[in-house]
């Protein structure tokens, strides 16, 4: 017998094919909504649609009980409105339906100087990326406020795992792997907080499954997997199948990139989030998920390289 129905926006996202996955795993009839279907999941239905078209939406999760916001702007476009006007696109397709919107959060909401983050921490955001994440969650809690839907947030940090081979594994820490060399991103002995997509699809199906014990409006914290730079690069050596020399990053050289790449000179007004330690923390949510929730961090990265390794031997 299925659970209920839930529809994922952005399917093909990182984060939107991890719910995919985890939402079918765990009994749901699971629905996804993208331009195309370039990531399918056996078992689950997939609409193709625009999700900038709130008919397109609205029909989408018409008779869903839960509505997973998968969806995500490029880097650089997140500016002049856009991720405002992406959101509210979903918020006016929920309409007064008294559903359940499951939101993914981030750790820009908040400061450098943040040591450990936790949900009643208040919101300051170090970049001006974080200010649009902040007028994000404005926009929802007004939503549940009004009696509109209940919103659940699922705050993370960054993502890892099969299937998100081109963010930071690829992109950054093994962008030389062919000769050689690894980067770490910030001081060894530094930690750093990490979610691995299978665990945080998973963590979603919880909020899902416990939504009726919860307020209309709340924001967790997903621990994740804290780490330092060092254990990081340790595990990427082990899952390697060749030497790697560990190399600092060289953020002088994003930063020259920036000048004319849009999306490096964001990623470089970010780099305070690698080079300072902030801590997820929520003993509520620990105490919600199952026994044996997080999948061991050598686990993770492991699964993780395997897949990067496939795809580049294939290239």
């Known amino acids: 017998m299925q659970k209920g129905k839930v529809t994922i926006l952005g399917s093909n996202g990182h984060l939107g094919n991890a719910a995919m996955t985890a939402f079918r795993d765990a009994g749901w009839s699971v629905r996804g909504l993208g331009r195309t279907n370039r ?52 918020i ?81 820490m093994l962008m030389d792997e062919r000769r050689g060399r ?20 998973r963590g979603f199906v919880t909020l899902a499954e416990q939504r009726a014990t919860l307020p209309a409006f709340r924001n967790f914290h997903f621990a994740g997997h804290w780490v330092s730079h060092r254990q990081m690069m340790a595990a990427i050596q082990t899952a390697v199948p060749r030497p790697l020399k560990v190399s600092p990053m060289p953020w002088w050289l994003l930063r020259a990139v920036g000048v004319v790449n849009p999306v490096m000179r964001d990623i470089y007004r970010m780099r305070y989030l690698w080079l300072n330690e902030m801590e997820l ?10 026994a044996g929730a997080a999948t061991p961090f050598e686990q993770a990265v492991a699964a993780t390289i395997e897949e990067l390794m496939a795809f580049k031997q294939a290239a």
Not at 47 to 76: K, N, Q
Not at 110 to 131: C, F, M, N, T
Not at 159 to 170: I, S, T
Not at 281 to 290: I, K, N
């Open 281 to 290: 923390v929520d003993p509520d949510f620990d105490a919600m998920l199952p």
């Open 182 to 201: 690894l980067y770490h991103l910030g001081d060894l002995d530094k930690r750093h907080s990490w979610a691995y997509l299978p665990d945080l699809g």
């Open 92 to 172: 006016d397709a929920m309409g007064t339906s008294g559903k359940t919107l499951l939101f993914p959060g981030t750790i820009y909401n908040y400061r450098a100087a943040d040591r450990v983050v936790s949900p009643d921490l208040r919101q300051s955001a170090e970049a001006p990326r974080g200010k649009i994440r902040i007028r994000l969650e404005a926009m929802l809690e007004k939503a549940a406020q009004d009696g509109r839907f209940q919103t659940l947030i699922l705050r993370a940090g960054d993502f890892f795992g099969p299937g998100n081979r081109a963010e930071w594994f690829e992109a950054a």
């Open 39 to 90: 990531r399918p999941v056996a078992g689950t239905e997939f609409v193709a649609g625009d999700a900038d078209d709130v008919e397109v939406v609205r029909a989408a999760i018409a008779d869903a009980e839960i509505v997973v916001y998968g969806l995500h702007l490029p880097y650089d476009k997140w500016g002049n409105g856009a991720a405002e006007r992406q959101l509210q696109t979903v």
